[in-house]
C-alpha cells in the first residue's frame, strides 16, 4: 500500500514541492490522524516513508495508533524539480515557458533541471521491493511517500511504459493506492482511494 501525506500549506498554495521539507497544516495531520485509524484495521506488518517532515508527520499517525516502528528512506523521497520548486503553475508557465509545455504534452523532462520520472522510479521502486521481500507470507507493507513518486513507483512495479504513467492520474493528500501480488506480478488493486479496501468477488481474480 502507497499512502501520500497530508496537505501542507505548498499543496494549497498550489506550489511545486519537490524535495523541499515542508510542513504539514493542521488539517493535513487531521488527514493523517483519520485515515491512520483506518489502516490500523488493516494491520500492517511493517511502515516505511521518505524523511521528509510531511511523510514523517503521516506515518506517525499509523505508528501512534499500531505501535510499530517506522523506517525512513531518502529514497521514497518526491521528484527532485530543481528551479521549479517553491514556485505555483503560473510562476513556472512564465519562466519556463518552453519546459513547462513539454512536460505538459507529456514528454520526458528534467523540471528545473531536476529528475526524470524515470529516475525517481529507479531510486524509489528498489526500496519498496526490498521491503516486501522482508514481509511474512500474505503481510502488508505501508509506504508513505510523496504523489509522483507513488505514481512513478506504481508505474514502474506494474511494468508499463513511461509514457504511460500519466495516465494513473494523481493521489490525492492522505489517500492511498493498493497493490498486491498475483501470479503474473504486481496488479493495481485500489488507487487514490480514501476508504478501506474491499475483496474482490467475481470472474477476474
Known amino acids: 500500500m502507497l499512502w501520500r501525506h497530508g496537505q501542507t500549506a505548498w499543496n494549497v498554495e498550489n506550489r511545486f514541492q519537490g524535495t523541499m521539507d515542508i510542513e504539514l497544516t493542521e488539517a493535513g495531520v487531521a488527514q493523517a490522524r483519520r485515515a491512520a485509524q483506518l489502516l490500523a484495521r488493516l494491520r500492517p506488518d ?13 506515518a506517525a499517525e499509523l505508528v501512534e ?3 510499530l516502528s517506522v523506517s525512513y528512506d531518502e529514497g521514497l523521497r518526491e521528484s527532485f524539480a530543481g528551479d521549479w520548486q517553491g514556485l505555483t503553475h503560473p510562476e513556472i508557465e512564465a519562466r519556463f515557458g518552453e519546459q513547462y509545455a513539454a512536460w505538459k504534452r ?3 523532462v528534467r523540471r528545473g533541471g531536476g529528475e526524470l520520472e ?7 521502486a528498489p526500496v519498496v521491493e526490498r521491503a516486501v521481500e522482508k514481509l511474512p507470507p500474505g503481510g502488508l507493507l505501508v509506504v508513505v511517500s510523496h504523489g509522483g513518486t507513488i505514481r512513478t513507483t506504481i508505474g514502474r512495479l506494474l511494468g508499463l511504459a513511461p509514457s504511460s504513467w500519466e495516465a494513473l492520474g494523481s493521489v490525492s493528500n492522505c489517500c492511498w493506492s493498493v497493490l498486491g501480488q498475483g501470479v503474473r506480478g504486481w496488479r493495481l488493486l ?9 475483496p474482490v468477488i467475481g470472474d477476474d481474480v
Open 46 to 58: 511493517a511502515v516505511i516513508s521518505s524523511d521528509l517532515r510531511r511523510t514523517a508527520a503521516t
Open 65 to 67: 495508533v499500531t505501535g
Open 106 to 108: 507529456g514528454e520526458p
Open 118 to 124: 524515470t529516475e525517481v522510479a529507479d531510486r524509489a
Open 190 to 198: 485500489e488507487h487514490n482511494a480514501g476508504s478501506l479496501p474491499e
